[in-house]
């Protein structure tokens, strides 16, 4: 079955580094998404991502964030400068268009 | 804008007992609905998915949930508990239907003890 791969498992950084979070969607898929969950917390949308670019994002993806599709198969979030507040588990999710949208497993992040 | 409401943050059923878990959503345009289970330390698993057609919809694991429009709702059920259910339950909407950025509730974590 085809499914959505993220790295690292769990990454644990100091305040104010530079962090980035990979994923590799199912392969004939076109749109891409991250969510964000706080420990014990809801589920919450970031942003979509369409034909190599944004279309859409949340007001908590704010200029600290950015995503891209470096080669057509990762999907990467990245996180400027890390606060202690971005702690929480990320996922990223593919769709073809139509069918399923597939989650990854998600990717721990610990700000120290 | 879309919002799921989720009752109850926890739920505890006897195993073989009824579950019952409760959503209900606001939606301003015709809505995809869905339901997912995380297991511990896992991601989001699929369940089951409402977007047109029959309001009974059937899941994995023998759940299933009804889409019922006049009540805004689409509660979550399995008839017959088991201990493997043990798992917090996420009710979504998807804003301005197809799978666009899905609005989750704040989940509702199932115990079933024996």
């Known amino acids: 079955e085809p499914e959505v791969t993220q790295t690292p498992s769990h990454q644990v950084t100091q305040m104010g580094q530079e962090v980035i979070l990979r994923c590799v969607p199912i392969?004939?898929?076109?749109?891409f998404y991250w969510y964000r969950q706080i420990l014990g917390q809801k589920v919450e949308f970031l942003v979509s991502?369409?034909?190599?670019?944004?279309?859409?994002k949340s007001e908590i993806f704010d200029d600290q964030f950015s995503v891209e599709r470096p080669d057509g198969s990762n999907f990467t979030l990245k996180i400027r400068s890390t606060k202690l507040e971005d702690s929480a588990m990320y996922f990223c999710?593919?769709?073809?268009?139509?069918?399923?949208?597939?989650f990854g497993e998600g990717s721990r992040l610990t700000v120290l | 804008a879309q919002s799921v409401t989720q009752l109850g943050s926890h739920v505890s059923v006897s195993e073989g007992a009824l579950v019952l878990l409760r959503c209900n959503y606001s939606?301003?345009?015709?809505?995809?609905l869905f339901w997912y289970v995380q297991y511990p330390n896992q991601g989001l698993q699929l369940l089951l998915k409402?977007?047109?057609?029959?309001?009974l919809v059937k899941g994995i694991n023998g759940f299933e949930a009804e889409f019922k429009k006049s009540e805004t709702s689409f509660h979550l059920t399995k008839p017959s508990a088991h201990m493997s259910d043990a798992a917090e339950y996420f009710c979504?909407?998807?804003?301005?239907?197809?799978?666009?950025?899905?609005?989750f509730g704040a989940g509702t974590r199932l115990a079933v003890h024996p």
């Open positions: 999710a593919s769709y073809r268009g139509s069918g399923e949208l597939f």
């Open positions: 392969s004939n898929h076109l749109y």
């Open positions: 991502f369409y034909n190599n670019e944004i279309s859409e």
């Open positions: 939606s301003s345009v015709p809505p995809y």
């Open positions: 409402y977007t047109t057609g029959a309001t």
């Open positions: 979504a909407v998807s804003e301005g239907g197809g799978y666009n950025k899905l609005i």
